[in-house]
């Protein structure tokens, strides 16, 4: 099993395309088509959803293919953030509605483009007071809330009737630019990291995996999702053939946190509990073992699409693996050496077959097979002595009385 080779040039590409393809949740299709013709471009054979969710598979190796094993499966996300008219207001300014769990802080200020059944314009999003000419030092009593935003088109509009005129209509989706930039000392800093640097890295090393025709001991399904952001994701693509699935996620950077934009973040915990024991730690030992940093971590408020597929009732092991980046779901940072970790990391992955030998089976019949945690040194209660009962008695039945 080898360290393979990423094409850093390819991964830098690819995120810099997927960047500039709109995909709020519920807007998908067109990174969908963008993402099949990355795999096709492979020759990796893939199905979809009917939404259009992407489940590629890299297929076992021959002699592998004789044998019986589980499969695994690797799931990053295509949506992103963004927002939906909520109200054509009699201005002719636009009241929206988060697509996603996101601030109105980060939105605030953003250029974005609107979807029109048939046509598009493009547009700002203010605060309520937005000149500091006229508001003064009102502007900064503004609390941070949905509420306080609003969509100024850059259209001839003063009216409802205008922006109605231009088919503009309620639950048109608003999507926010990306703005990538990348910079010579290979920082990228963009909108929507979360989760295309993910995918880019996936894309990346599937592409290592096939150009070096590589074993694979165990059918890896790819699996690309459209609605994480809104917190279903993988609850409906994971086959009951798979029996570990590591979701490819940001690793949010801040004070407290174990996240860094250097080496690969290894999340232990997210706020769907502990992550599989086993899985977490070989992925560790595989760092460990062939020289690609790492970070440990744990987080607070994050669900992924690996906690979405136990959610669905999946008998799986899960694992996360992050881009370290700061600054999530604003404008993020992160830079290139991470996801090329990232990539190495999957393609060793994808090259170790299961984690555990038992994993082979659906179900165990006895604890015989069944894993270990914790050694028997670990398990060696601590011998702590303590005094007979009887003897404290009549110890302190012969302690002289406290003088009153």
């Given at each position: 099993m080898d360290k393979l080779r990423i094409?850093?040039?390819?991964?830098?590409?690819?995120?810099?395309?997927?960047?500039?393809?709109?995909?709020?949740?519920?807007?998908?299709?067109?990174?969908?088509?963008?993402?099949?013709?990355?795999?096709?471009?492979?020759?990796?054979?893939?199905?979809?959803?009917?939404?259009?969710?992407?489940?590629?598979?890299?297929?076992?190796?021959?002699?592998?293919?004789?044998?019986?094993?589980?499969?695994?499966?690797?799931?990053?996300?295509?949506?992103?953030?963004?927002?939906?008219?909520?109200?054509?207001?009699?201005?002719?300014?636009?009241?929206?509605?988060?697509?996603?769990?996101?601030?109105?802080r980060w939105a605030e200020g953003g250029r974005v483009t609107l979807f029109m059944e048939n046509g598009r314009c493009r547009g700002s999003v203010l605060p309520l007071l937005a000149s500091g000419h006229v508001f003064n030092e009102a502007i900064d009593t503004q609390p941070v809330s949905w509420d306080q935003l609003e969509l100024r088109i850059d259209e001839p509009v003063s009216s409802a009737a205008d922006v109605l005129a231009l088919g503009i209509q309620i639950g048109d989706f608003v999507a926010f630019d990306a703005n990538p930039e990348w910079l010579p000392n290979d920082y990228v800093v963009s909108?929507?990291?979360?989760?295309?640097?993910?995918?880019?890295?996936?894309?990346?090393?599937m592409k290592a995996v096939v150009d070096a025709g590589a074993r694979v001991p165990m059918d890896c399904h790819a699996v690309f999702t459209l609605t994480e952001e809104v917190g279903?994701?993988?609850?409906?693509?994971?086959?009951?053939?798979?029996?570990?699935?590591?979701?490819?996620?940001?690793?949010?950077?801040?004070?407290?946190?174990?996240?860094?934009e250097h080496g690969v973040?290894?999340?232990l915990m997210d706020s769907a509990g502990p992550h599989d024991y086993h899985l977490t730690r070989r992925l560790l030992k595989l760092c460990g073992d062939h020289g690609i940093p790492f970070n440990r971590d744990v987080f607070r408020?994050?669900?992924?699409?690996?906690?979405?597929?136990?959610?669905?009732?999946?008998?799986?092991?899960?694992?996360?693996?992050?881009?370290?980046?700061?600054?999530?779901h604003g404008y993020e940072r992160t830079h290139l050496s991470v996801l090329v970790h990232l990539a190495e990391l999957l393609t060793l992955y994808i090259q170790s077959g299961p984690t555990l030998a038992e994993d082979r089976q659906e179900m165990l019949d006895s604890v015989e097979n069944f894993s270990h945690q914790l050694d028997a040194d670990q398990l060696?209660?601590?011998?702590?002595?303590?005094?007979?009962?009887?003897?404290?008695?009549?110890?302190?039945?012969?302690?002289?009385?406290?003088?009153?």
């Amino acid at each position: 099993m080898d360290k393979l080779r990423i094409d850093a040039g390819y991964l830098k590409t690819t995120l810099l395309e997927l960047l500039a393809i709109p995909s709020p949740t519920g807007l998908t299709d067109e990174v969908v088509h963008y993402t099949g013709s990355r795999l096709d471009a492979m020759g990796v054979p893939y199905e979809l959803t009917r939404r259009g969710t992407i489940r590629a598979i890299l297929r076992r190796s021959m002699p592998e293919r004789r044998k019986s094993s589980p499969a695994c499966a690797i799931v990053s996300h295509l949506d992103t953030l963004g927002a939906m008219v909520r109200e054509i207001k009699p201005n002719g300014r636009l009241a929206l509605m988060p697509v996603g769990t996101w601030s109105s802080r980060w939105a605030e200020g953003g250029r974005v483009t609107l979807f029109m059944e048939n046509g598009r314009c493009r547009g700002s999003v203010l605060p309520l007071l937005a000149s500091g000419h006229v508001f003064n030092e009102a502007i900064d009593t503004q609390p941070v809330s949905w509420d306080q935003l609003e969509l100024r088109i850059d259209e001839p509009v003063s009216s409802a009737a205008d922006v109605l005129a231009l088919g503009i209509q309620i639950g048109d989706f608003v999507a926010f630019d990306a703005n990538p930039e990348w910079l010579p000392n290979d920082y990228v800093v963009s909108r929507h990291l979360d989760d295309k640097a993910g995918v880019a890295a996936v894309l990346a090393a599937m592409k290592a995996v096939v150009d070096a025709g590589a074993r694979v001991p165990m059918d890896c399904h790819a699996v690309f999702t459209l609605t994480e952001e809104v917190g279903s994701g993988a609850r409906a693509v994971i086959m009951d053939d798979v029996s570990e699935v590591i979701g490819v996620d940001i690793g949010p950077v801040a004070a407290g946190q174990g996240a860094r934009e250097h080496g690969v973040t290894i999340p232990l915990m997210d706020s769907a509990g502990p992550h599989d024991y086993h899985l977490t730690r070989r992925l560790l030992k595989l760092c460990g073992d062939h020289g690609i940093p790492f970070n440990r971590d744990v987080f607070r408020f994050y669900h992924s699409d690996a906690g979405a597929a136990v959610n669905a009732g999946r008998d799986v092991r899960t694992a996360l693996l992050c881009f370290g980046a700061d600054a999530s779901h604003g404008y993020e940072r992160t830079h290139l050496s991470v996801l090329v970790h990232l990539a190495e990391l999957l393609t060793l992955y994808i090259q170790s077959g299961p984690t555990l030998a038992e994993d082979r089976q659906e179900m165990l019949d006895s604890v015989e097979n069944f894993s270990h945690q914790l050694d028997a040194d670990q398990l060696q209660q601590v011998d702590v002595p303590r005094q007979d009962v009887g003897d404290l008695v009549q110890l302190g039945a012969q302690k002289p009385a406290p003088d009153v």
